[in-house]
């Protein structure tokens, strides 16, 4: 019993200093990261977050960012969630081989797409705008959505609906008071897949933009000038990447556990 | 018989409406580029001049290209390893962790911290911990007498890299473990402890199998997301020293990117999909026959 506490205890200081360290060095002036190690900021600075919040660039890329993170997840949410229904409670001859085509999906390495995206975008003229990112990322985000909301319908039983259309519920009072309540932790748990990965990837929203958007991920390493890594700036936007995701992680805590076991526990 | 019918009829029409968003969605996104590589893969394309039909050569070049292979390699090597230290440290970790108490809430929401930062702020927290001249873990490591350098020794490099990784993607399937282990009903231990099995015997013939599922899935998700392992390293060294710690994603990256021929390098993303596509089948394949065994 007293092993297991301690294999936890290093485990979580493991993944704990990083995570300080990015911290503590966005406290710190630059000369003073450049030049010594210290595990607290001798001269602590709120200096580069007050640099990042009143850079118009760094504003304009955390609300674009934004903006497109939503714009995905609501499609990924209105497109998956229709389809995690059927693939639930229909049966039909192409339902397993459709099924994992969607998988596969999920497999696709991004670097494979690039270039086929920048023609697609281009010709649909979305290219360097917030639908290409957001389209781009639903080739991640809908089957993983899909997989995950099926388990979730699959653990209601089928006689919830039926009792509904018995008691002459219509199809669409069914769904919309009855049938997504029901569901709800696999919504707040989809969506937070759809959230999470559309705000972490870097290499498809770098290359569908340009000048007109410029997402966060593109913003922080665009620090990295010639005149070397502006390092307390870069740490400070670091951290403050990782505060969308914290609060995620807060309010769907509940679920959280539910939503990892893909909602068949 | 001619309502029944018309109920059929009406049901495949809703099931095929249910279904057109995602059709519509994933064919523009999924299908429609993946022909569109396809495509490019069997011509040969410089920018600025017609494509010209090459038939299979793209495939026969890439697959003589040592870069390519040596990235391939890597690639294994590192997807190999990856699943060797997390698997077990994952499992065992989330099976440490305890079932309830205040404690549980604060540790499932740092476990999800790694998981939230985007791919290149991870690189970043690594670069800046393990910067060659100032960073914590060369200095630390200096104190012992090792000369870590992860911008020039190839091996300091690379298992760089794989702690990174274990740093990031442990935390699923710890998630998952745990997850995964509150849908065992408690008798089955009971039943267990009756029969006083030894605790190998318990996790071998009582816990594993129910874990079975989400372990499937964690291996799957990790061997996706490896092969597509791309910001974080490339901000941590740059694909270094040399070629160290170029992954298939760079490679890929380069050659459609960077390069001249973008036949060439659609041909080399064709294969590199291909590989993740089989790999994924082969696992699953093999992971649910073991499960069938017992």
């Not at chain 1, 759809?194 to 498809?204: K, Q």
């Not at chain 2, 050569?57 to 997807?79: C, E, H, S, V, W």
């Not at chain 2, 927290?125 to 630390?140: A, E, L, N, Y």
């Not at chain 2, 998952?176 to 402890?193: D, H, M, N, S, V």
Request: a positive charge; proline letters at 5%; aromatic letters at 14%.
């Amino acid at each position: 019993m007293k092993k297991k506490y301690i294999a936890l205890i290093i485990y979580f200081i493991f993944l704990l200093i990083p995570i300080y360290w990015m911290l503590n060095t966005s406290f710190k002036t630059n000369a003073e990261i450049n030049q010594i190690l210290t595990f607290f900021p001798a001269k602590f600075t709120t200096g580069n977050y007050i640099e990042i919040f009143t850079d118009p660039q760094w504003q304009r890329s955390f609300l674009q960012t934004f903006a497109y993170v939503i714009i995905n997840v609501v499609i990924t949410m209105l497109v998956s969630i229709p389809a995690a229904y059927i693939f639930s409670r229909r049966n039909f001859k192409a339902k397993p081989h459709l099924f994992f085509w969607l998988l596969t999906n999920r497999m696709a390495p991004g670097a494979a797409f690039l270039v086929p995206f920048l023609v697609l975008f281009s010709n649909l003229g979305l290219m360097d705008t917030l639908f290409a990112v957001a389209l781009a990322h639903c080739l991640f985000n809908v089957p993983l959505a899909i997989w995950i909301l099926e388990g979730f319908i699959s653990g209601i039983p089928r006689q919830i609906d039926e009792t509904a259309f018995v008691d002459g519920y219509g199809f669409f009072r069914f769904f919309f008071k009855i049938f997504l309540p029901l569901i709800a932790p696999g919504l707040s748990v989809s969506a937070f897949f759809a959230f999470t990965f559309s705000w972490v990837e870097l290499l498809m929203s770098r290359t569908l933009t340009s000048s007109g958007v410029k997402p966060i991920t593109v913003t922080l390493t665009r620090s990295l000038g010639a005149a070397g890594w502006d390092w307390g700036v870069i740490a400070a936007a670091g951290v403050l990447t990782m505060i969308p995701g914290a609060v995620v992680v807060f309010l769907v805590r509940k679920h959280m556990v539910k939503g990892f076991a893909l909602g068949r526990v | 018989m001619k309502t029944e019918a018309l109920a059929g009829k009406r049901r495949e029409t809703s099931t095929v409406l249910f279904l057109l968003p995602t059709l519509i969605v994933m064919v523009g996104v999924g299908i429609v580029p993946l022909m569109t590589v396809v495509n490019y893969s069997l011509h040969i394309l410089f920018s600025g001049t017609l494509p010209h039909f090459n038939g299979l050569q793209n495939y026969y070049q890439a697959l003589r290209d040592p870069a390519f292979m040596n990235a391939i390699g890597k690639q294994f090597l590192f997807t190999a390893l990856i699943l060797v230290i997390q698997m077990p440290l994952g499992v065992a970790l989330g099976m440490a962790l305890p079932e309830k108490g205040a404690w549980v809430g604060v540790a499932l929401v740092l476990l999800g911290i790694p998981l939230l930062i985007p791919w290149n702020v991870v690189g970043i927290i690594w670069r800046i911990f393990t910067r060659p001249d100032i960073g914590v873990v060369t200095k630390v490591l200096a104190k012992i007498g090792i000369m870590y350098n992860v911008a020039k020794l190839p091996s300091h490099a690379w298992w760089t890299t794989v702690i990174m990784d274990t740093w990031h993607w442990t935390p699923l399937i710890i998630l998952l473990t745990f997850a995964g282990l509150r849908a065992i009903p408690p008798e089955f231990y009971l039943a267990a402890r009756v029969d006083s099995a030894s605790r190998w015997a318990v996790f071998r013939y009582v816990t594993l199998p129910k874990l079975k599922h989400v372990l499937v899935i964690a291996v799957l998700l990790r061997v996706m997301d490896s092969f597509r392992i791309y910001d974080e390293v490339f901000i941590l060294t740059a694909g270094g020293p040399g070629s160290t710690t170029l992954f298939m994603s760079h490679y890929t990256t380069r050659q459609v990117v960077g390069g001249f021929d973008m036949g060439y390098g659609s041909a080399i993303s064709v294969i590199y999909f291909l590989i993740i596509q089989v790999m994924c089948y082969l696992l699953y394949t093999a992971m649910m026959k073991v499960g069938q065994k017992q």
